[in-house]
Structures are given as structure tokens and as C-alpha cells.
T-cell receptor
Framework: AQSVTQLGSHVSVSEGALVLLRCNYS??????LFWYVQYPNQGLQLLLK??????LVKGINGFEAEFKKSETSFHLTKPSAHMSDAAEYFC?????????FGTGTSLTVIP | DSGVTQTPKHLITATGQRVTLRCSPR?????VYWYQQSLDQGLQFLIH???????AKGNILERFSAQQFPDLHSELNLSSLELGDSALYFC?????????????FGPGTRLTVL
């Protein structure tokens, strides 16, 4: 069965530092892949999604993710963290008719 | 504001009871998805409706059911409630049934079962 694994339930970075949130999927066939962000007391908002046209995907708010089939990974990065990036981040996979979410990574940005 | 509305925002009820959660998708969206978010289970996909028809089922319990009406709003019915059903329930909508389309999430309904 398909699954999504997010390494690190909590990540802390200093303001201005690199953000790296890890996501691995398990499937012999790459599913559709997404990163969502959830701010406190709000629903999820799409950050970016994987398209087979490009392995490096750019999203909103300066985030990007790189699809690596050989590593079955879709890690999320941002070169310079901002205080407003503090939130919960979810990696998700869709195999066509089933959605699978990772357990989420809570990002704390230290001033 | 995603354009997806959910009512009520909060719901407190007792074990064994039945509740109905309502979702209105964005204007023009034909798909509605339901999710459950809890501390122990994380975010779980429950069910997907497209233009009134069920398209996919996830980890939805038999005590739970959903439907999408001709005006495209959707309801999630939870019956014989248990303490473990306490969670945040989200609905999301998208334009078509394609899994690639962006889903727009509502603010959620927080259900507390006492």
C-alpha cells in the first residue's frame, strides 16, 4: 500500500536559515505528490505539487521541492526562513483515487 | 479564505449520538473530499464525491456516511459516536475529479465527543 513518511515531526530553524522538510513515498509508481501548509486554526493550503514535466517544483512563498525517483523522495526546501513560515507542513500523495498524508512536520522559526 | 464553507465550526455531543457536518464547495467545483484530522491518526482521507456520485473511499468507518446533493453541497453523517471520533473534520473541493487538481480546504468542523 502507498504511504508517505515525513522524517521529523518537529523542525526548528533560525530566521534566515535554510528550511528542509523531508518526505518519502513508498510506491513503485510515482504518485501525484503535494506539499500543503496548515496555519493554526486553519485548513490546509497547497504549497506546490509535482508535475512530471520537471523534477524541481517551485511553489508559493519561496518554497520548492525536488522529486527524486531514485530516492523516492520529495523534500521541501526554502533558502531563507521567515517568521511567517512557522506552521505545520504536510506531504501528500495521490495514487489516482486515494489520498495519503504524512504525519506532518511542525516548523518553528527562531528569531 | 478558500471559498469552501463548513458548518458548524464547533460541535460538542455525547457518545452514541449522531451528527451531520455540512460543506459547501467553492463555486464551480464539482468534487468534494472529506478528511479527518486527529492527534493520534493524523490526517486521513475519508471519501470523495464528484458531481453527486461517490468516487473513492478511504478510511471511512461504517458508522460514517456522506452524500453530495444536486446543488453540490455535501454532508458527512457520523453516527453511534465514540470518544475516538473527536477530531477536526475538513472538507475540500476541486474543480474536477482529477487527483492532480488543487484541493481547496475549508476551515474545518471541530467535533468533541464527551
Amino acid at each position: 500500500a502507498q504511504s508517505v513518511t515525513q522524517l521529523g515531526s518537529h523542525v526548528s530553524v533560525s530566521e534566515g536559515a535554510l528550511v528542509l522538510l523531508r518526505c518519502n513515498y513508498s510506491s513503485s509508481v510515482p504518485p501525484y505528490l503535494f506539499w500543503y501548509v496548515q496555519y493554526p486554526n486553519q485548513g490546509l493550503q497547497l504549497l506546490l505539487k509535482y508535475t512530471s514535466a520537471a523534477t524541481l517544483v517551485k511553489g508559493i512563498n519561496g518554497f520548492e521541492a525536488e522529486f527524486k525517483k531514485s530516492e523516492t523522495s520529495f523534500h521541501l526546501t526554502k533558502p531563507s526562513a521567515h517568521m511567517s513560515d512557522a506552521a505545520e507542513y504536510f506531504c501528500a500523495a495521490n495514487t489516482g483515487n486515494q489520498f495519503y498524508f504524512g504525519t506532518g512536520t511542525s516548523l518553528t522559526v527562531i528569531p | 479564505d478558500s471559498g469552501v464553507t463548513q458548518t458548524p465550526k464547533h460541535l460538542i455531543t455525547a457518545t452514541g449520538q449522531r451528527v451531520t457536518l455540512r460543506c459547501s464547495p467553492r463555486s464551480g467545483d464539482l468534487s468534494v473530499y472529506w478528511y479527518q484530522q486527529s492527534l493520534d491518526q493524523g490526517l486521513q482521507f475519508l471519501i470523495h464525491y464528484y458531481n453527486g456520485e461517490e468516487r473513492a473511499k478511504g478510511n471511512i468507518l461504517e458508522r460514517f456516511s456522506a452524500q453530495q446533493f444536486p446543488d453540490l453541497h455535501s454532508e458527512l453523517n457520523l453516527s453511534s459516536l465514540e470518544l475516538g471520533d473527536s477530531a477536526l473534520y475538513f472538507c475540500a473541493s476541486s474543480v474536477t475529479s482529477s487527483p492532480y487538481n488543487e484541493q481547496f480546504f475549508g476551515p474545518g468542523t471541530r467535533l468533541t465527543v464527551l
